[in-house]
């Protein structure tokens, strides 16, 4: 047997659907990393101007 089966071969529609899961996933945590670092910089900048800062744990 010098080939694999046909169900290890992928058409070309389940590669795309796959490489937009991928970009999709990768777009989202970007926005979630952007919404932390703003919210991180937001705390910084209250407690350097010496307001209270009240951490959500």
Known sequence: MNQ????YYYTLAEY???QWQGVLGTLMG?????????W?????K???KGEEVKYPL
């Open 40 to 44: 991180a910089f937001s705390l910084v």
């Open 46 to 48: 209250k407690a350097i």
């Open 4 to 7: 694999y089966p046909q169900d």
């Open 30 to 38: 970007v926005a979630v990393l952007v919404a932390m670092a703003a």
């Open 16 to 18: 795309q659907a796959a």
